[in-house]
């Protein structure tokens, strides 16, 4: 049965304007002051969005010092990395947090799977989409209408697509609400400084020569000095290192499938939902 999704009344907003202002005035600042700027603002709308890579996990020890009622939560795609499971125990542990998990619609997984086999994505990049689509990009869809900001481990070093974020903006591919990027202008060192001098926990997998983790079949160690990116769907020639969370794709290739999945089970109500007014 398809699950319900209740879409709550949200009162903190921003515009153009205001998001550029902030942008601005926080360009300089260190990641613990966008969070704390964030948290004054945003109050129990703001979100902590974690995959558990290193920025992340760096994202929740800043939070959870500003606020140990800090909201986290993840997307399980269902197809992690023990490892990243075996963290995620750990952060709970750790910081006695609570972290809220937005899993992907289990009746159109099993239509995507029964078309296409379980593996998909190794077969074509229109087919890799679909799949980051249905477990990735509509899970997070969900989550989103659950709060007015949302914080993100992006840096600007980290590929190309995202050289120009700013640690504030407008998110129009989720309904206009602000998108955090409090890490943009650090670099991985500085990262692992952080981790390091603060004993935070880290992803084992970073230990086996790992740089960018994702779904366990689709992520692979990477050769030292590599890009970190060249990990993940390592198969595909002249494809965006991106399954579509952080900027929008389109391809004209599995926007037609996605659409039969998501009318063929009825889901297009909840995952495909637009945000209801604020």
């Given at each position: 049965?398809?699950?319900?999704?209740?879409?709550?009344?949200?009162?903190?907003?921003?515009?153009?304007?205001?998001?550029?202002e902030a942008a601005?005035?926080?360009?300089?600042?260190?990641?613990?002051?966008?969070?704390?700027?964030?948290?004054?603002?945003?109050?129990?709308?703001?979100?902590?969005?974690?995959?558990?890579?290193?920025?992340?996990?760096?994202?929740?020890?800043?939070?959870?010092?500003?606020?140990?009622?800090?909201?986290?939560?993840?997307?399980?795609?269902?197809?992690?990395p023990q490892e990243?499971?075996?963290?995620?125990?750990?952060?709970?542990?750790?910081?006695?947090?609570?972290?809220?998990?937005?899993?992907?619609?289990?009746?159109?997984?099993?239509?995507?799977?029964?078309?296409?086999?379980?593996?998909?994505?190794?077969?074509?990049?229109?087919?890799?989409?679909?799949?980051?689509?249905?477990?990735?990009?509509?899970?997070?869809?969900?989550?989103?209408?659950?709060?007015?900001?949302?914080?993100?481990?992006?840096?600007?070093?980290?590929?190309?697509?995202?050289?120009?974020?700013?640690?504030?903006?407008?998110?129009?591919?989720?309904?206009?609400?602000?998108?955090?990027?409090?890490?943009?202008?650090?670099?991985?060192?500085?990262?692992?400084?952080?981790?390091?001098a603060n004993q935070?926990?880290?992803?084992?997998?970073?230990?086996?020569?790992?740089?960018?983790?994702?779904?366990?079949?689709?992520?692979?160690?990477?050769?030292?000095?590599?890009?970190?990116?060249?990990?993940?769907?390592?198969?595909?020639?002249?494809?965006?290192?991106?399954?579509?969370?952080?900027?929008?794709?389109?391809?004209?290739?599995?926007?037609?499938?996605?659409?039969?999945?998501?009318?063929?089970?009825?889901?297009?109500?909840?995952?495909?939902?637009?945000?209801?007014?604020?």
């Amino acid at each position: 049965m398809h699950q319900e999704t209740h879409i709550p009344r949200l009162l903190h907003t921003m515009d153009e304007l205001e998001a550029g202002e902030a942008a601005v005035e926080l360009d300089d600042k260190e990641p613990q002051e966008v969070l704390a700027w964030a948290a004054e603002r945003f109050g129990r709308e703001l979100g902590i969005c974690s995959s558990f890579q290193a920025e992340g996990c760096v994202l929740i020890d800043m939070a959870v010092r500003l606020d140990p009622n800090v909201r986290i939560f993840t997307v399980d795609t269902g197809r992690q990395p023990q490892e990243t499971y075996d963290l995620i125990d750990r952060i709970r542990e750790r910081y006695g947090v609570k972290i809220e998990v937005f899993a992907p619609d289990a009746g159109v997984v099993e239509q995507m799977i029964t078309r296409h086999g379980p593996n998909l994505f190794y077969r074509e990049v229109n087919l890799r989409l679909l799949c980051c689509q249905v477990r990735k990009v509509l899970p997070l869809r969900r989550a989103l209408m659950n709060f007015s900001a949302w914080v993100t481990g992006l840096r600007r070093d980290q590929w190309a697509t995202r050289s120009n974020i700013r640690k504030v903006e407008i998110d129009h591919d989720h309904g206009g609400i602000v998108k955090l990027a409090p890490l943009a202008d650090w670099t991985e060192d500085e990262v692992w400084d952080y981790i390091r001098a603060n004993q935070v926990p880290y992803n084992a997998l970073y230990d086996k020569g790992y740089k960018s983790i994702g779904c366990a079949p689709c992520t692979r160690p990477v050769a030292e000095g590599a890009d970190p990116r060249s990990g993940r769907w390592w198969w595909e020639t002249g494809a965006p290192k991106e399954c579509g969370m952080h900027c929008a794709i389109e391809t004209g290739g599995f926007e037609h499938e996605l659409a039969a999945l998501l009318g063929g089970h009825g889901a297009g109500a909840a995952d495909g939902a637009e945000r209801g007014p604020g």
